[in-house]
């Protein structure tokens, strides 16, 4: 099993940046695909990021490309999702995934076992 526990969301203005992180406990997570999804209000939770277990692979939804940053640190069983230029569409419960058996990166919910309890991150003025 793997715990994950997010951290980082709050209130920022449209244009601001937040760094959102990820820690994962129980069974290593350094082995395995890691991503970030979110869920609008009202609507289904859709990707974000994801990033291979070495880090070498990532990909991004078209919506965050150029504006988010996915990383990780395996040795700190941490994944970090840097957003800048946030949008008000980007509001938001922000969730942290690990899969349990995939290596690379992917951009499916279905490949992912193990989820965090979500953080809010809501952009308005």
């Known amino acids: 099993q793997v715990q994950l526990v997010e951290s980082g969301g709050g209130l920022v203005q449209p244009g601001g940046s937040l760094r959102l992180s990820c820690t994962a406990s129980?069974?290593?997570?350094?082995?395995?695909?890691m991503g970030w999804f979110r869920q609008p209000p009202g609507k289904e939770r859709e990707f974000v990021a994801t990033?291979?277990?070495?880090?070498?692979?990532?990909d991004y939804a078209d919506s965050t490309k150029g504006r988010f940053t996915i990383s990780r640190d395996n040795a700190k069983n941490t994944v970090y999702l840097q957003m800048n230029s946030l949008k008000p569409e980007d509001t938001a419960v922000y969730y942290c995934?690990?899969?349990?058996?995939?290596?690379?990166?992917?951009?499916?919910?279905?490949?992912?076992?193990?989820w965090g309890q979500g953080t809010q991150v809501t952009v308005s003025s």
């Open positions: 129980g069974r290593t997570a350094s082995s395995y695909a």
């Open positions: 990033i291979s277990w070495s880090g070498g692979s990532r």
């Open positions: 995934a690990s899969s349990a058996y995939r290596a690379t990166a992917s951009n499916s919910k279905d490949v992912y076992q193990y």
